[in-house]
């Protein structure tokens, strides 16, 4: 079975430029999650897709981050413009249904260096 | 609310001899709790898991882990450090709604 893919693997930007992360989770997972971590820390819930709808994005900065999941299959979240402090890795993970037993699969991540 | 604490942010262990990595955790419902190993560059990879059947979960390469809910706490063991087990784990709790989250991670290392 393949993996949660997520492209690209790492990306350098300067700051207030605008950078996209991709995620394919693996097939038929209905959840699909962004978690930002920062070196150091554990991951961060950016953002939670229940399909193609929003479940929870209490913790995204949306005046400069965004994301999307329009078929309710692959996802990119957007950061526009950068800042120093979003530097960290991105993961994407999905998982099977919302029941309360399952896990979450994970992504290799994509490593974000904002110079 | 939900949260997990793991309380030793790095732990160094011997080859061969046993690792402990404690974590304690808040839930307003019965939880779910996950462990997870992330090795450098590496993805997180699941360990084990517990969905409120048998307390005493086994995960793979060795690791079990203990639901103890009188202590709220789900501490990660394994009797014989090995090499490969050098790592960054991370204690997860799961909410109703899926979501997952983290502790800030313990750093094992192994010395040989």
């Known amino acids: 079975e393949a993996g949660v893919a997520q492209s690209p693997r790492y990306k350098i930007i300067e700051k207030r430029q605008s950078v996209a992360f991709w995620c394919n989770p693996i097939s038929g997972h209905a959840t699909l999650y962004w978690y930002q971590q920062i070196l150091g820390q554990g991951p961060k819930l950016l953002i939670q897709f229940q399909n193609n709808g929003v479940v929870d994005d209490s913790q995204l900065p949306k005046d400069r981050f965004s994301a999307e999941r329009l078929k309710g299959v692959d996802s990119t979240l957007k950061i526009q413009p950068a800042k120093l402090e979003d530097s960290a890795v991105y993961l994407c993970?999905?998982?099977?249904?919302?029941?309360?037993?399952?896990?979450?699969?994970f992504g290799q991540g994509t490593r974000l260096t904002v110079v | 609310a939900q949260s997990v604490t793991q309380l030793d942010s790095h732990v160094s262990v011997s080859e061969g001899t046993p690792v402990l990595l404690r974590c304690n955790y808040s839930s307003s419902y019965s939880p779910s709790l996950f462990w997870y190993v992330q090795h450098p560059n590496k993805g997180l990879q699941l360990l084990l898991k517990y969905t409120s059947a048998a307390t005493l979960v086994k995960g793979i390469n060795g690791f079990e882990a203990e639901f103890k809910k009188s202590e709220t706490s789900f501490h990660l063991t394994k009797p014989s450090a090995h090499m490969s087990d050098a790592a960054e784990y991370f204690c997860?709790?799961?909410?109703?709604?899926?979501?997952?989250?983290f502790g800030t991670g313990t750093s094992l290392t192994v010395i040989p």
């Open positions: 993970a999905s998982s099977p249904s919302q029941g309360l037993n399952t896990e979450a699969f």
């Open positions: 997860v709790v799961s909410a109703p709604g899926n979501q997952f989250y």
